[in-house]
C-alpha cells in the first residue's frame, strides 16, 4: 500500500527522535487548483422545482391562459384578456403573506393526487366578474369586503369554469380532474401544508375592457411529486402531438357520422288559404293558386327551415329541383 512505512523506517524514526535529532518532513507540493464553481444553496428554501419543471409548467400555464379567454367570455359578455406574469417557487409561507385579505380563496383536490392546491382570485378580479354577471358595467370597485351568500356560491360556479380550462391545459401532461373542496377569503385560515412546504405558483394577469385583475394558482410539490417525472418539455411536446392526432381522427370520424345522418327535405311551391268547403269540393283537374308566381325560386326546406331557392324542373320521367341559391 502506497504510504506505509517498513519496520526498518518505523524503528530509524524512532531512533532518531530518541537521539533529539530534527526530523526534516518533505511536504508534497500542493498543485494551484482551477477557479471553483460554487453554488449557493439555500437549506431553509431549497430548491425542489428544477429549472426544466418550471419551464414545462408556463408551457402549461401559457396554454391555460388561452383556455381561459373562451372560457370566462360567457360570462363577462366583454373582451378578457389573460396573460401569464411568471411560474415560481417559494415557501407557502411566503405564498400566504403575499395574499390580499379579503380575496378569494378556492381550494381543491385532483384525481389520483395528494393534498390539495390552491386558486386564489383577486378582490379587483371577483368584483368585477360580479358586477358583470349581476348586470352591471364593471366598473372598478372602490372598497373591498367580504362576499356575500348569493357572491360565494356564483365565485364558485366561476372557479368550476376555471378548473375546466385548468383540467383541459395539463392533460398533456396529466389527467388532474380537479374538484372544488371549500373556499375562504382569510389567506390566515389556509392550511394545506405546511409554512416551510415548497409550492410552485402561477400568477397570470387579467384585463377586461379597461380594470385590471389578477389570479394565482398554488400547487404544492408534495401534490405533484407522483407526476414529477412527466414534467418535462419532451413529454409535453410528445402528448401534444399525439393530441393533435387524435383531434384528427376524431374530426374524421365525427364528419363521416355526420354524413350518415338522414335530414328530412321538402320542397315548398307555395302557399294559398282555402276554406274547408272549397277543399273538400276538390275534384281531379282543379287547380289551387299559390302566393309564388312561375317566374320566382322555390324554396327547399331542411328540417322545416328554408336553406335554398331551386327552380322546378323534369330530369328524365321524375320531378326535380334545380338549386339558385342558399337563403340568408
Keep these: 500500500m ?47 422545482f428544477s429549472k426544466s419543471h418550471l419551464s414545462t409548467m408556463e408551457l402549461i ?26 411560474v415560481e417557487q417559494q415557501s407557502f409561507e411566503e405564498y400566504v403573506e403575499a395574499l390580499p385579505t379579503p380575496t378569494s380563496l378556492i381550494t381543491f383536490k385532483m384525481k389520483n393526487l395528494p ?19 349581476l348586470g352591471g358595467a364593471g366598473d372598478h370597485i372602490t372598497k373591498v369586503r367580504d362576499l356575500t351568500e348569493i357572491e360565494q356560491v356564483i365565485i364558485r360556479k366561476v ?6 380550462a385548468f383540467r383541459a391545459a395539463w392533460e398533456e401532461i396529466h389527467d388532474i380532474e380537479p374538484m372544488i373542496e371549500s373556499l375562504e377569503t382569510n389567506p ?27 389570479m394565482s394558482i398554488c400547487l404544492p410539490y408534495l401534490t405533484l411529486e407522483p407526476i414529477m417525472p ?25 364528419r363521416e357520422n355526420i354524413n350518415q345522418v338522414k335530414l328530412p327535405v321538402s320542397i315548398e311551391l307555395g302557399r294559398t288559404k282555402v276554406t274547408v268547403r272549397d277543399l273538400l269540393q276538390l275534384k281531379p283537374g282543379d287547380s289551387i293558386r299559390v302566393d309564388t308566381p312561375s317566374n320566382h ?28 341559391g342558399v337563403a340568408n
Design 297 to 324: 325560386d322555390i324554396k327547399i326546406l331542411i328540417n322545416g327551415k328554408v336553406k335554398f331557392y331551386a327552380q322546378p324542373g323534369v330530369v328524365g320521367k321524375r320531378l326535380a329541383v334545380k338549386t339558385t
Design 230 to 254: 412527466k414534467l418535462t418539455r419532451q413529454t409535453w411536446f410528445s402528448a401534444k402531438f399525439e393530441h393533435k392526432d387524435s383531434d384528427k381522427t376524431e374530426s374524421i370520424n365525427i
Design 61 to 86: 400555464y401559457e396554454g391555460f391562459s388561452r383556455q381561459l379567454k373562451t372560457a370566462l367570455f360567457v360570462y363577462v359578455r366583454q373582451s378578457i384578456n389573460f396573460s401569464l406574469a411568471s
Design 188 to 214: 390566515q385560515l389556509l392550511q394545506i401544508v405546511p409554512p416551510n412546504e415548497i409550492v410552485a405558483v402561477a400568477t397570470l394577469e387579467v384585463r377586461i375592457g379597461e380594470s385590471t385583475g389578477a
Design 2 to 48: 502506497a504510504g506505509t512505512l517498513s519496520q526498518d523506517e518505523i524503528n530509524a524514526l524512532l531512533s532518531s527522535v530518541s537521539a533529539g535529532k530534527q526530523i526534516d518532513i518533505e511536504e508534497p507540493a500542493i498543485e494551484p487548483s482551477g477557479p471553483k464553481h460554487v453554488r449557493i444553496y439555500n437549506f431553509r428554501h431549497p430548491d425542489k
Design 159 to 164: 372557479a368550476d369554469r376555471i378548473l375546466m
Design 115 to 133: 393534498g390539495s392546491a390552491v386558486l386564489e382570485i383577486s378582490p379587483d378580479l371577483t368584483f368585477l366578474i360580479l358586477d358583470k354577471l
